[in-house]
């Protein structure tokens, strides 16, 4: 018997989202007579509980057997539609989505052409749907171990949690000695902790842990496999090691602006001139500048970020505060100095920093309002040349020790580390997350996790959040002890194939070999991420993508035929109000 | 009452970027010494609501467009050529200074600002047996305004012939049909002459089948470059093409030249055009000269107060001009010789040991000037 499709639409405002510019009536009205489909309705919002709950209750009560919902993008909800559908027991791939929001009216204006666009986007959805084969989603067993690379304070806190939780973690750490930055730094704000007190104990823990492998002057060459199943080789020394595990935390973490590339602040060219990260040295011991203490201490925010001029348009975040823990230590130890700290919009948004910026304050600081434009010699001090903008007056400040603010950059070998992990990279060069709100401490490569600055500029409390997190999203496949493999992969058609080995050369995922006996492509279903690469590569067409087949992409691609007004076939489902 | 719409005036030139940080003015060498703020001039075009009276704002003529704002600027504003805008506003009105007005006609009528006639325009170069321009002949020297009849200036001119005819370079002069590269009418705010000479000139180069072409001022270079329309044409100052010949061993220096020597970055060339290295490097290759560098140099170079315009007119501040504190500056590191690679910092800061009464002391020449009498 032939296959009769039984279509649900379902069309979401998306509070007013999509409902501001797009009619979402007519669009469900126009819906209900296309081919296949037997209920079409609208709803504020598909997402929400009652919005599944319709859903849940049309499959089962319309015996539908195909699912469209037009709202968002895939990339936000298409996982949580599948999930929906699943639960009354239909095939998470005869789901289909129609991203009417970032694709219609997110960018296009309040008018009926938005309509049809949304319209002709829904036809084609229903087309595909109606075209999808139900796909066996599989389970993959994982390695219950995890490897953090770097041990800074973000790796150490990452590597401990999940050690913690009962997990073996192998740490890789590049240099000899652990705790990064922080390690550099004397006293943190806004506490006035020392660092060394912070970071003693918790390297301690690490070194001594039972579950905890620690792999100093080690660096990662190689990462192969998936989620659950990643084949790392760790480099030390001349030996390399392969370790298998199941998840990677990455906290790679950052580098300091190099203040070379503001000559005009003469950094390198004046000993008077150093950076914040110099500052902390010096504050080790006793603060003398030419063998002497300064008496005229200026610090300059924002040195290296903000700016377009350097490529690093972002604010670093902590160095308002760095500056300030710097500035109000000169006044405690030097009496007599005179400091001065030129701003250009002071952030003290953390827990206790703006009671820590009046404590500044109040120790005789004096924040003038400006960025200083160059540093020249005059004498035996150097000038700062600024204006103070709530004067409006150009001034001249004389210094004995200038501090420049630097920021936090992405380290210069974060291609590198994007390559072997296949990370994308957000416009500030940090490595993105998968969602800057919903999933700050994944990736968008399953089974790799985010932790401290190597996402972005964050000072200790929020990097420590972030590694906490980051260790526990990536404990949840180490719990659950199994992963669940992408059903959508690359499927060959023998026949067609004559083992040219093309697909091999463009698969990044290495998921492509060559059977020795058929002498035809297989592919290791595993290992296929589904991306389609070796299917455009293939000269004789025998690859195709499950979900994303030739015919169910003519299917979408022949209603599209016509641009103009969409044709509204003759009324065959019917169409229902839903109460709001 | 000089109204302009400031909300469309600020969104064309990008205003709403400006943070308010005060980098441009914090280092504007003018602003120390009169009224100019390019930060305030941002703020106030910002938040005038309907409209903003230009009147009493006579500190934008003072403006030398050094660049130094933009190139501080961490936003990508551009403060100078917001003030080029400006000025604009001003020429349209035709409320200029006479002397302003005198350049401007001078350049439309003489195709140079000095009021001096077109024919003499190659007199210079008489009896140097220079090439006119014609197509095959590899580069176009394109002379410009001061070095073609400023007697001082004439001299660099002079020079550069010499080292390049004695290196073998294949290059060639417009003469009369040289007109102004219009990159001081553009400064002055006079947009429309700039065009029409823009698009003269490039007609002329091309007629004369000109592909690579190099200049004696860093302004003219400047406006080739940056301010023309993509033409194909490579254009280079003549310090990058003497750097070229120094690296590849083609000048040939027969004496040596022992002075202490510092170099004044012009603003067009360094600030502007990142060339900072050339100048050097060829100052370097003359046998026996000592190169030692003042503390404003390169990229914190103190402009000399001769560019956009300035050279006709004294500003509000007429007082210690900056070519002075630049002669200071020089005279501090010992150096017996003030070097520079422009014809408007030549003047300048020529005119400013004279004011100061230190001829004894230092001397002022162009860099072509060095090489040349070292061959």
């Known amino acids: 018997m032939a296959f009769i499709p039984r279509v649900g639409v379902y069309i979401c405002h998306c509070g007013i989202n999509i409902a501001a510019t797009v009619d979402v009536k007519a669009v469900a009205e126009f819906a209900a007579h296309l081919p296949g489909v037997v209920v079409s309705r609208d709803y504020t919002y598909m997402c929400s509980d009652p919005g599944q709950a319709l859903i849940k209750d049309d499959i089962a009560e319309l015996n539908l057997d195909r699912v469209v919902v037009a709202s968002c993008s895939p990339l936000m909800h298409e996982p949580t539609f599948r999930a929906t559908v699943a639960e009354v027991g239909m095939n998470p791939y005869c789901f289909e989505m129609a991203n009417i929001r970032e694709q219609c009216s997110w960018v296009h204006g309040d008018s009926t052409p938005t309509t049809q666009k949304a319209m002709h986007l829904v036809t084609s959805a229903v087309a595909k749907a109606i075209m999808l084969q139900p796909l066996q989603q599989r389970q993959a067993p994982v390695t219950p171990t995890a490897l953090v690379i770097g041990g800074g304070i973000s790796g150490i806190h990452s590597a401990l949690d999940i050690a913690n939780a009962g997990f073996h973690v192998t740490i890789v750490e590049r240099y000899p000695s652990l705790g990064g930055h922080v390690s550099q730094l004397h006293q943190t704000f806004p506490t006035l902790e020392s660092t060394a007190d912070l970071l003693n104990p918790l390297i301690d823990q690490l070194t001594n842990h039972p579950l905890i492998t620690l792999m100093i002057e080690a660096e990662v060459t190689e990462v192969a496999g998936y989620v659950g199943n990643f084949e790392v080789k760790v480099r030390q020394g001349d030996k390399t090691t392969e370790v298998p595990v199941g998840v990677i935390v990455v906290a790679t973490g950052f580098e300091v602006f190099d203040a070379h590339l503001k000559p005009e602040l003469g950094y390198g060219v004046y000993p008077e001139v150093i950076t914040t990260a110099d500052f902390e040295q010096l504050a080790a011991g006793e603060i003398l500048v030419n063998g002497r203490e300064p008496e005229r201490v200026v610090f300059i925010h924002c040195v290296g970020s903000r700016d377009q001029s350097v490529g690093n348009p972002y604010c670093s975040r902590v160095c308002c505060m760095v500056s300030a823990k710097q500035a109000r230590l000169v006044r405690e130890r030097l009496p007599n100095s005179r400091v001065t700290v030129f701003y250009m919009d002071m952030r003290a948004y953390g827990k206790g920093s703006e009671d820590f910026y009046d404590s500044v304050r109040q120790s005789g600081v004096i924040y003038r309002r400006g960025n200083p434009s160059e540093i020249i010699r005059r004498g035996d001090r150097v000038v700062v040349r600024a204006e103070d903008t709530l004067t409006g007056e150009p001034v001249e400040v004389e210094a004995d020790l200038v501090v420049l603010a630097v920021g936090m950059v992405p380290r210069a070998d974060t291609d590198v580390v994007a390559g072997l992990l296949k990370l994308a990279r957000s416009s500030d060069g940090f490595f993105m997350e998968a969602h800057p709100k919903l999933r700050p401490v994944d990736t968008a490569m399953a089974g790799i996790f985010l932790a401290g600055c190597c996402q972005g500029p964050k000072d200790i409390p929020e990097t420590i959040n972030q590694a906490r997190a980051a260790a526990a999203t990536a404990m949840i496949p180490l719990m659950r002890g199994q992963v669940q493999v992408e059903a959508a992969i690359a499927s060959i058609e023998e026949e067609l194939c004559t083992g040219c080995d093309q697909c091999a050369e463009v698969c990044v995922f290495a998921a492509l070999q060559l059977h020795p006996v058929r002498g035809v492509m297989t592919v290791n279903p595993v290992l296929c991420q589904g991306c389609g690469a070796c299917a455009t590569a293939c000269p004789s067409g025998a690859i195709s993508i499950k979900h994303f087949t030739f015919d169910q992409t003519m299917a979408q691609i022949d209603v599209l035929s016509d641009f103009g007004e969409p044709t509204v076939p003759t009324p065959k489902a019917e169409v229902e109000e839903v109460a709001v | ?375």
Not at chain 2, 44 to 52: F, S, W
Not at chain 2, 234 to 255: G, I, K, M, P, R
């Open chain 2, 1 to 375: 009452m000089l109204q302009i719409e400031s909300q469309p005036f600020a969104l064309e030139y990008d205003l709403f970027a400006c943070i308010q940080c005060g980098k441009c003015t914090g280092g504007c060498p003018m602003a120390i010494k009169t009224k100019l703020n390019p930060r305030v001039l941002i703020y106030r075009l910002l938040t005038a609501g309907n409209g903003y009276d230009l009147e009493k704002h006579e500190e934008l003529w003072d403006c030398t467009t050094c660049g130094t704002c933009f190139s501080r600027c961490p936003k990508e504003v551009n403060p100078m050529e917001t003030i080029i805008a400006l000025r604009s506003e001003f020429v349209e009105k035709g409320r200029v200074h006479q002397n302003v007005k005198t350049a401007l006609e001078s350049t439309y009528r003489h195709g140079n600002p000095l009021t001096l006639p077109r024919e003499d325009r190659g007199a210079w170069a008489k009896d140097l047996s220079v090439k006119p321009m014609f197509d095959g002949v590899e580069y176009l020297y394109f002379v410009g305004c001061s070095p073609s009849y400023d007697p001082q200036a004439q001299k660099v001119a002079r020079a550069l012939v010499r080292i390049l005819q004695h290196a073998g370079v294949d290059f060639g002069i417009l003469g009369k049909e040289e007109n102004c590269c219009a990159s001081e009418v553009r400064r002055l705010g006079e947009l429309g002459l700039f065009e029409m000479m823009a698009e003269d000139n490039q007609e002329t180069y091309k007629r004369l089948g000109v592909s690579k072409m190099f200049t004696t001022s860093p302004h003219c270079f400047n406006t080739f470059k940056n301010d023309y329309p993509k033409n194909g044409v490579e254009v280079q100052h003549y310090t990058q093409v003497l750097a070229h010949l120094v690296e590849n061993d083609e000048l040939e220096f027969t004496s040596k030249f022992e002075k202490t020597v510092t170099y004044h970055d012009p603003c067009y060339l360094g600030k502007q055009n990142g060339i900072f290295d050339e100048p050097r490097a060829v100052l370097k290759s003359i046998p026996g000269i000592k190169l030692v560098e003042m503390d404003r140099s390169r990229e914190k170079s103190l402009c000399c107060e001769g560019g956009g315009g300035r050279m006709w007119l004294e500003g509000t501040n007429p007082g210690v001009r900056l070519a002075q504190t630049r002669i200071k500056e020089a005279i501090e590191t010992g150096a017996e010789i003030l070097a520079t690679a422009c014809p408007f910092c030549l003047l300048t800061l020529d005119e400013a040991v004279k004011l100061l009464n230190a001829e004894d002391k230092l001397q002022v020449m162009d860099i072509a000037e060095l090489v040349d009498q070292a061959l």
